[in-house]
């Protein structure tokens, strides 16, 4: 007979929330100033589930907690500052989350 998939009927969706958690990233370099960027981190409960078979190959379905909308920005360091030379910027570019969701792990 065919299996039901679980969660598959609605049911248990406060179980598969992905949520999006404030948090300060800080971005350095070593001899260089730190920056800290406000960004988001994915954090929550994913549904998973195993499919028992007579095949070799079990159906396995495992989903997590990733970005679903994340834009790229830059954040510029200062480096060298103290030395003879004169400081130098160093742009750094990193990922700012935006939304979370729960996908397949691929």
Do not use: M
Not at 10 to 20: D, M, P
């Amino acid at each position: 007979g065919a299996a039901e998939t679980p969660g598959a009927s609605g049911r248990g969706a406060e179980e598969r929330r992905a949520a999006l958690v404030r948090t300060a990233q800080v971005i350095s370099r070593p001899g260089c100033t730190s920056a800290r960027v406000l960004n988001h981190l994915c954090f929550g409960r994913c549904s998973s589930f195993y499919i028992p078979s007579s095949d070799p190959t079990p159906v396995v379905f495992c989903n997590s907690c990733v970005p679903a909308r994340k834009r790229w920005t830059s954040v510029t360091l200062w480096c060298g500052a103290g030395q003879l030379a004169s400081p130098r910027r160093v742009r750094i570019s990193t990922v700012l989350v935006q939304k979370c969701q729960c996908r397949p792990k691929l």
